[in-house]
């Protein structure tokens, strides 16, 4: 009897130590493509490609792309979001530097760009395999779908855009600042080259 049980232990060792070292292999991986924003992007841009190209070859798995787009709508909410909501500030006492002398807080996102990008990938990873199993294929009339997904967007953008007026923040930076001195006049002592 003693036999059976290490026999399952020794069957179990190997599989663990497989699933670790692959765990470790990708988040190798996942870490190493962290500075290269562009090009992650342009992978995830392709694989939504071949997702819709999938979901309109098969014309099919409307209920899916539709929870798809609620969840990415619910991504970029958090994506936009600040990390800590100005009007919670406000119920709590913390205010948000209205004048010059007040300290600086800069933008932080409730939803980092990595894990924004991630968590896309992966929805499109996951809806795109769930087209290839009939039981996620729920007939229904896509354009309500559609309809309905655009209002709701329209909605929550709306009411994101007047969060970011009310509180005067902007989510997005084009890089980072750069500043540059003050530009003197030339002396008339250029450079010799002799």
Request: aromatic share 16%.
């Amino acid at each position: 009897m003693e036999g059976l049980g290490g026999d399952a232990a020794t069957a179990v060792a190997p599989i663990a130590k497989w699933k670790s070292d692959f765990s470790r292999t990708f988040q190798h991986y996942l870490d190493r493509s962290t500075p290269h924003l562009i090009e992650r992007w342009i992978g995830t841009l392709a694989i939504a490609a071949i997702y819709v190209l999938r979901v309109y070859l098969v014309q099919g798995f409307y209920i899916v792309s539709y929870g798809l787009g609620i969840y990415i709508l619910n991504l970029l909410i958090g994506f936009l979001s600040p990390k800590v909501d100005p009007e919670l500030e406000v119920l709590d006492g913390a205010l948000l530097p209205t004048k010059g002398s007040d300290e600086f807080k800069p933008f932080i996102r409730r939803l980092p760009e990595f894990k924004f990008w991630y968590s896309i990938t992966k929805a499109f990873c996951m809806a795109f395999l769930m087209t290839f199993f009939s039981v996620f294929d729920v007939p229904v009339f896509w354009p309500i779908l559609l309809c309905y997904w655009i209002a709701l967007f329209v909605l929550t953008m709306k009411r994101q855009i007047m969060h970011m007026i009310k509180y005067k923040y902007v989510p997005f930076s084009m890089g980072k600042q750069r500043y540059t001195g003050k530009k003197t006049a030339a002396t008339g002592m250029g450079l010799m080259m002799d």
